[in-house]
């Protein structure tokens, strides 16, 4: 199996649920928005969107229904989980499933009102750092 990494935003809130084994489980989608070529990207028409479906297991499942939440920025690593079904018309299809084996929620820089971006200018105290 392939592993990739994904950076985008959660589509809506995390879905939990439990195996008949007992097993935490959870999905959710994350959209890796990208900007059409030649546009100002300034409007909603000139971006598109590759949605990636995500399930993720036990304590991993846990912590993401109680930290993630809908339009949040998240780094994603998984393995591709691929499968065939028939669709409502007939057809064939493939859809894909990204195995989630690590999440990280993403910071987004502050931008000035000039568009640059914000260096806030501080560092924390080692005592402050968690590792």
């Given amino acids: 199996m392939n592993t990739i990494t994904v950076i985008g935003n959660i589509g809506k809130d995390p879905e939990s649920r ?23 990207g300034k409007n909603k028409e000139d971006w598109t969107s590759q949605w990636w479906y995500c399930t ?3 304590e ?14 998240v780094e994603v690593t998984g393995k ?14 493939v859809a ?11 910071v987004r820089p502050m931008r000035a009102n000039n568009g640059s971006f914000n260096n806030m200018g501080s ?5 402050e750092i968690p590792f």
């Avoid at 990208?34 to 546009?39: A, E, F, N, S, V």
């Avoid at 499933?97 to 993403?106: D, G, S, Y």
């Avoid at 560092?123 to 005592?127: H, I, L, N, T």
């Fill in 60 to 73: 991993l499942a846990e912590a993401i229904i109680q930290d993630v939440r809908r339009g949040d920025r």
């Fill in 18 to 40: 439990v195996t008949t084994q007992g097993t935490p489980v959870v999905t959710f989608s994350v959209a890796d928005n990208k900007k059409l070529p030649g546009t100002s």
């Fill in 96 to 106: 894909y499933n990204l195995l989630v084996n690590r999440i990280a929620k993403v």
């Fill in 56 to 58: 993720a297991f036990k």
């Fill in 80 to 93: 591709i989980d691929m499968h065939e079904y028939t669709a409502k018309d007939g057809t064939q299809k």
């Fill in 123 to 127: 560092e924390a105290p080692d005592e």
